[in-house]
């Protein structure tokens, strides 16, 4: 695989909105590029006002959302909790798989790695300010001395066109790497 857009330390995240973003090549799709892609064909197909009830419930079990995850978003970031998420998603993050395990009133900040709390507000703010789909990729520094290299896609969606209760749709990976000599 090429080394394509190579990820940046933690503190400089990139981030821009779907129409700047370089595009990936169709061989090379990424989670995070799969998730803005599908949003971007149902908001295509349905008009702007796309909200969370055209998710498909009876997907959210397939393989197409094991990376996937969403995140019930609040007023205080640090209060948002995640409502879903696939279950590579939780092997990554090291989560619960089942669902009777997940505690959906457990900020996401306790439930997540120490390591990728910060990219997770960052993602979360940035879906709400924005209003369009926030790419971001880094790396982060693990216990043992190794980097995880990640990719994550975030994407602010009501929960009905008239409400205020916004949900962040999104994808996650991530891939451990040695630390360079």
């Not at 595009?23 to 803005?36: A, C, D, H, W, Y």
């Not at 006002?49 to 995850?69: C, D, G, K, P, Q």
């Not at 900020?107 to 369009?132: D, H, S, W």
């Not at 980097?147 to 949900?167: M, N, S």
């Amino acid at each position: 695989m090429p080394d394509l857009n190579l990820p940046v330390e933690a503190n400089e995240l990139l981030e821009a909105p779907h129409h700047s973003a370089p595009k990936v090549v169709p061989q090379e799709r990424r989670e995070s590029e799969r998730v803005i892609t599908d949003w971007e064909q149902e908001t295509g197909r349905l008009g702007r006002a796309l909200a969370f009830l055209t998710v498909n419930i009876s997907e959210m079990t397939s393989e197409r959302w094991v990376y996937r995850f969403i995140i019930a978003l609040r007023p205080v970031v640090e209060d948002c909790t995640l409502l879903f998420y696939g279950a590579k998603f939780a092997a990554l993050m090291e989560l619960p798989e089942l669902p009777e395990k997940r505690d959906h009133s457990i900020p996401m900040v306790e439930q997540l790695p120490a390591r990728y709390v910060p990219v997770f507000i960052k993602g979360c703010v940035g879906a709400t300010l924005r209003g369009v789909p926030v790419r971001m990729q880094g790396a982060v520094e693990r216990e043992d001395g190794r980097r995880e290299l990640y990719r994550v896609a975030f994407i602010a969606v009501r929960t009905e066109p008239k409400r205020l209760q916004r949900l962040a749709v999104g994808a996650f990976n991530c891939r451990v790497t040695e630390r360079p000599a």
